[in-house]
């Protein structure tokens, strides 16, 4: 894994308050939102607290379903055009494309994952940004013990307990039409 990629070393990291309850999610879509802007214009500044309000995060968590793309309705004036989806059961093959790809658009990734609570000595369902991973060991950053380092089989053992299921962006470049494309009864000009 290559230390100069994008966006690992300008991902903005932003860690959870012990008083502020279950907001992993809202969290992770706020540093990935962050990190973004550094490459895709029109992000709206959104507070912590108004993204849990627009995706329902709950006092216990946010449910992991549908109500994710409902942040998409604060995203539609991106350039590129940028969306979150929910995605379950992925193949972890998809999962290294999007976070290792060789494009301007290299994607950390929200994963679902059954973490484990140092103080109360169990497990919890939890969601962690997804920041570089191969088939030997993933980084990741976790808004609550920071940026992690482990190897690829045991978190995918914790990410097969939560069904697989991530967070994912879809990034659209514009396509930059061409001069031929407005034709004369329309006020484009001749070409010639």
């Given amino acids: 894994m290559d230390d100069e990629d ?18 992993c999610i809202p969290l992770c879509i706020k540093m990935v939102l962050e990190t973004m802007r550094q490459k895709v214009e029109g992000i709206p500044t959104l507070s912590i607290d108004k993204i849990s309000q627009i ?13 994710i793309e409902k942040i998409n309705d604060r995203l539609k004036s991106t350039r590129p055009s940028m969306k ?3 995605d379950y059961y992925v193949s972890w093959k998809s999962i290294c ?4 790809q060789e494009d301007p658009f290299k994607k950390p990734v929200i994963m679902g994952i059954y973490q484990y609570d140092i103080k109360q000595l169990n497990y919890f369902p939890h ?32 990410w097969e307990q ?3 299921t991530c967070i994912r ?17 329309n006020g484009g000009v001749e070409v010639g």
């Avoid at 994008?6 to 907001?23: A, H, M, R, T, W």
């Fill in 6 to 23: 994008f966006p690992y070393d300008s991902f903005v990291k932003i860690f959870q308050e012990p008083d502020q309850g279950n907001l």
């Fill in 55 to 67: 995706i329902e995060t709950q006092s216990d968590g946010t449910p992991l379903g549908d109500n």
């Fill in 84 to 86: 979150f989806y929910i």
């Fill in 97 to 100: 494309d999007d976070v290792n």
């Fill in 127 to 158: 969601g962690v940004v997804l920041l570089r991973a191969d088939n030997a060991n993933v980084t990741f950053f976790d808004p609550i013990y920071g940026e992690m380092f482990e190897p690829t089989p045991k978190f995918y053992n914790q």
């Fill in 162 to 164: 939560m069904e697989r």
């Fill in 169 to 185: 962006l879809k990034i659209v470049p514009l396509a930059q039409r061409i001069l031929e494309e407005f034709p004369l009864e």
